[in-house]
């Protein structure tokens, strides 16, 4: 199976990459392959493997988008980290199977492949800034099994993120990307390559809750005015939209769909307060 990533005529730049002591660990870490050069959008990036074998499975993935020629040239902007991979070095990575987003980890997964579909989700995520027609809504997603969507504060995701085989057998979903198409008239998600619970690209699935950080240690509910302001500074594509379709998106959202200001929480606390959360929705 080979996924092509949507690519744009203009010419690609770079994908920025965030250089931090973190990123130099893990490239220190074990002897990664070639960069694998990929064209996104309006975008080059770099994805790179722990293993030959690795990076042969991306490189036939993403055939339809790749641009060999600027193998090495491009940042590593995604690292592909599969567990039991032996390297140059004959040593063996262990645990779940990762991947890193500079040198923050933004997908894991019991099954290699459920990974690598992880990151054809997280690449698309990339042209999510430059579309001009729907929101794009940063935040932690959540699908239930009916295929209704809680939108969560962004920063829940990494607290969320290990609990993935538990939320599984809860019937939820939590989605890799933290940027998301949103109709705000339909109040919908709009989906790109979510390939869980047989969702198609281009399927539209209904949000039942938006829950958007805030400063406070307890929940509240949240005016329309209220939703409007805190959702502006979550827009990954304001650039794009201008701001008065922004605002008129997230007005028409704040009228559909319940709303609620959320604190920040540790990841011990995040299956508890989900399930809570959906009590409500």
């Known amino acids: 199976m080979s996924i092509i990533v949507q690519t744009d005529i203009a010419a690609p730049r ?6 931090t002591p973190c ?13 694998l050069a990929l064209r996104v959008g309006c975008w080059q990036v770099g994805v790179r493997a722990n293993s030959a074998a690795a990076a042969e499975q991306v490189s036939a993935l993403f055939a339809g988008a790749r641009t060999p020629e600027l193998d090495d040239r491009v940042p590593a902007n995604f690292s592909v980290e599969i567990a039991g991979s032996t390297d140059s070095t004959g040593s063996r990575s262990r645990g779940l199977h990762l991947v890193y987003r500079d040198h923050e980890i933004v997908a894991r997964r019991h099954e290699p492949g459920d990974l690598l579909l992880d990151l054809a989700d ?17 935040a932690a997603a959540v699908v239930r099994s009916n295929q209704q969507v809680l939108l969560l504060p962004a920063s829940w995701h990494a607290a969320l993120l290990p609990h993935q085989a538990r ?22 998600v709009v989906a790109s390559t979510l390939r869980r619970r047989g969702v198609q690209p281009g399927q539209r699935l209904d949000i039942c809750l938006w829950g958007l ?3 406070t240690e307890h929940r509240c509910t949240l005016r329309p005015a209220e939703v409007v302001q805190l959702g502006f500074s979550t827009l990954a594509n304001v650039d794009a939209l201008r701001p008065r379709p922004a605002l008129d998106g997230l007005a028409g ?5 319940p709303a609620l200001g959320l604190p920040q929480l540790s990841s011990r606390s995040a299956v508890p307060a989900l399930r809570e959360l959906l009590l409500h929705a």
């Open 213 to 215: 950080r805030v400063l």
């Open 122 to 138: 997280l690449l698309d995520e990339i042209g999510n800034a430059e579309r001009c027609d729907l929101l794009a809504v940063r």
């Open 23 to 35: 990123l130099s660990r893990l490239t220190a870490r074990r002897p990664w392959g070639p960069t």
């Open 253 to 257: 959202l704040a009228r559909r769909v």
């Open 167 to 188: 939320l599984a057998r809860d019937g939820l979903d939590l989605l890799p990307a933290r940027s998301h198409l949103v109709d705000g008239a339909a109040a919908q």
């Open 14 to 19: 770079p994908l920025p990459q965030r250089h």
